[in-house]
């Protein structure tokens, strides 16, 4: 079952490694975008940043969309990342039980903020992203903006309006 999936350029680091985990009390990490799945030396990177006890798969967007909506996964605790808002609305549209979208760390990470909205210290989002966002809005998944668990909670919807 899926327990939560996030938005955050970095996808597995410090934040998402240790601390989400651990919080949502998972046992797998699937990481979803085509490029990176492709991309030999980051699956390497992405499997050891993961905790020992997690088990990290790193997934095209298709083959990830074809996993999470596999009836075997209801018997896992799985922590979706992601790195963009683009691949985040093709799941929400086409995974079946998505209990809540988080966002966390976007925008910053390719230096070129001078295009985008500050939206809050750590999100920054250009017209696209914010158009994807009211396209997932529509699907019904809560989505919620929170860097880590013990800091407040705020709604997309409101930070986007």
Known sequence: MIKMIRIDERLIHGQ???????????????????????NLTMVSTLKMAAPDNVKCIVLGVENGIELLNDPRTESLKILVVLNNVEDAKVLCQRVKNIPLLNVGNYGRADGNTAEKEKITDNLFLTEKDKADFKEIFETGVEVEYQIVPDQLKKKMKELIK
């Open 16 to 38: 998402v490694a240790l601390i989400w985990t651990k919080h949502l009390g998972v046992d797998r990490i699937v990481v979803v975008n085509d490029k990176v799945s492709q």
